[in-house]
Nanobody, 124 residues
Framework: QVQLMESGGGLVQPGESRRLSCVAS????????MGWFRQVTGKEREIVAA????????YYPDAFQGRFTISRDNAKKTVYLQINNPKPEDTATYFC?????????????????WGQGTQVTVSS
């Protein structure tokens, strides 16, 4: 099985950049895309960013273009999400996800494996 574990959440000061991490382990395929989703209490899960295996293809919905940066380190089997200028409305549970292949995932159902999530609370 594949295990994904997020870290880096917690209380975040508005305007103070924060980088989330997600480490993959277990029987993950040799080639896989990864992504970040978030879910605000009472709302549906939404994609924040996605990145292909090589890192050469990246996707951000318009709402997340600019302040969010996704990156990965395949040697460490880790994907990162940096939140610049975090705002209170960014408060949510952030999930990382992965899918087999070298493509780019756009929808939650395209991803095969999920982490448990890390809570990010942006508040002063």
């Amino acid at each position: 099985q594949v295990q994904l574990m997020e870290s880096g959440g917690g209380l975040v000061q508005p305007g103070e950049s924060r980088r989330l991490s997600c480490v993959a382990s277990g029987d993950i395929p040799s080639t896989y895309g990864m992504g970040w989703f978030r879910q605000v209490t009472g709302k549906e899960r939404e994609i924040v960013a996605a990145i292909s295996w090589s890192g050469g293809r990246i996707y951000y919905p318009d709402a997340f273009q600019g302040r969010f940066t996704i990156s990965r380190d395949n040697a460490k089997k880790t994907v990162y999400l940096q939140i610049n200028n975090p705002k209170p409305e960014d408060t949510a549970t952030y999930f990382c996800a992965a899918h087999e292949g070298d493509g780019l995932g756009y929808y939650y159902f395209a991803f095969d494996w999920w982490g448990q999530g890390t809570q990010v609370t942006v508040s002063s």
